[in-house]
T-cell receptor
């Protein structure tokens, strides 16, 4: 279906450790977007990946789009307490619909 | 400030009541959405309007009725509220086109008692 599977559902790390969340689809994706939602906040757009094998970086965050455009990952190097939140991937579900994965909730122990 | 703003931020009401949530965006976007986020943080699309025209209507009970008086506003009216309607409702907008990001409002936390 149109759903994207996101794993893990929860991740708890010590500050300074790395973190990765994965987004998988059974069908080819036209593009993938990533959002971050802080506790009590609203989802905020981080980045969009469009090309096969694309890698984009934002400071300590590295986003990858698989060669087959069926999976994507978000990797955070040396997590900080400010990274706490839920990270969502989202795919186009046809027309103007944006379908979200179930998210990965990251907690960071200082 | 340029933003997506929705009111109220919190809404506590009893079962059976009717309530509305309002949303406005001044970003000049064509398309607006309502998403529901349940207690497990799952973001589910409910409706979308493009320039006042309904373009997405997911399997939402017909107690929920969106209305878009113009492309900058999208309201959500809920009749006969039920306990299961308790959630955070997010309004969002974006420019039409598959590569444009969503801009979310701050959310309305609805609690039905």
């Amino acid at each position: 279906g149109q759903q994207v599977m996101q794993i893990p559902q929860y991740q708890h790390v010590q500050e300074g450790e790395d973190f990765t969340t994965y987004c998988n689809s059974s069908t080819t994706l036209s593009n993938i977007q990533w959002y971050k939602q802080r506790p009590g906040g609203h989802p905020v757009f981080l980045i969009q990946l469009v090309k096969s094998g694309e890698v984009k970086k934002q400071k300590r965050l590295t986003f990858q789009f698989g060669e087959a455009k069926k999976n994507s990952s978000l990797h955070i190097t040396a997590t900080q307490t400010t990274d706490v939140g839920t990270y969502f991937c989202a795919r186009q579900g046809g027309s103007e619909k944006l379908v979200f994965g179930k998210g990965t909730k990251l907690t960071v122990n200082p | 400030d340029t933003a997506v703003s929705q009111t109220p931020k919190y809404l506590v009401t009893q079962m059976g009541n009717d309530k509305s949530i309002k949303c406005e965006q001044n970003l000049g976007h064509d398309t607006m959405y309502w998403y529901k986020q349940d207690s497990k943080k799952f973001l589910k699309i409910m409706f979308s309007y493009n320039n006042k025209e309904l373009i997405i209507n997911e399997t939402v009970p017909n107690r929920f009725s969106p209305k878009s008086p113009d492309k900058a506003h999208l309201n959500l009216h809920i009749n006969s509220l039920e306990l299961g309607d308790s959630a955070v409702y997010f309004c969002a907008s974006r420019m039409r086109g598959r590569n444009s990001p969503l801009h979310f409002g701050n959310g309305t936390r609805l609690t039905v008692t």
